[in-house]
């Protein structure tokens, strides 16, 4: 079955960097689209950046600049490199695949992992 697992996540303060990773299986992995997402507690869930299958990535513009999303076939595994984290960057950090990009909602999920930043 399909398993995404994340980890990478932490507690840092303002201006520290965390790498997530995201280990996935179950699936062919290089033909999907791949993105992080989050949600911080009271807060609806966001997109945070997305690659396709072929490389194209995108952000949303609060992460501009800061995160940036990679990922290895190879080893079937997606990161975020998130650096000059701030305190809104708090939240609980999701991977995601879906058979394409642009998508209302993606397939399959993982369970998250816990970013925390202090000012």
Known sequence: QVQLVESGGGSVQAGGSLRLSC?????????YCMGWFRQAPGKER????????????????????????SKDNAKNTLYLQMNNLKPEDTAMYYCAAHPYCPAAD??????????????
């Open 23 to 31: 280990a996935a299986s179950g699936y062919t992995f290089s033909s």
């Open 106 to 119: 993606f397939r399959y999920w993982g369970q998250g992992t816990q970013v925390t930043v202090s000012s």
């Open 46 to 69: 966001e997109g945070v950046a997305f690659i396709d299958s072929i490389g194209g990535i995108w952000y949303t513009n609060f992460v501009k600049g800061r995160f940036t999303i």
